[in-house]
């Protein structure tokens, strides 16, 4: 996978640095011939972990393969793959005429799990808070998460008021929208 940027040699640190700050793995794609001419870093995680492949003209996502032959240039659709990693596409045209598609992927534990570093930093979390933090961005309860961290449900509650406070959320759902929007 290439980290080419198209911006303007001066400006290309600033596009990538914004393009890595989407918690959503980004890929623009050239259509003709189909190739990948810029990801941003989680995307570049996302096929590390072998979420997202490249090859044969096409993108292959969760197992769902995205093959630029199959829509048209100008159109956007969405797709969920079984395993809920959900894929979104604008074919557009550049300035150039050259067509290029942006494709956005979402998978739920990457996002939380970027998230929670983003609330970490932000926040100041320990470890176990920022577990906690990307567990109720994975929609788990208090109950699932203490089961899941092997603690009890006291102590996942200690760590939700520590989250509130370090946060400035006066309730979970305020909690769980800031954390959201990182």
Known sequence: MHRHCTCSPEASPACAAALDAVSDGVFVVARSPSQVIHTNATAQRLVERGIVRHGHGHLEIDG????????????????ATPHGVRVTVHARSSAEGECLDVVRVHEPRSAARERAARATLLFGLSPREAEVAESLLLRMTPKEIAHRHGVTLATVRTQLRALLAKTAADRLTSLLMCLAEL
């Open 64 to 79: 769902f393969v995205l093959d630029p032959r199959s829509y048209a240039r100008g159109s956007s659709f969405a797709v």
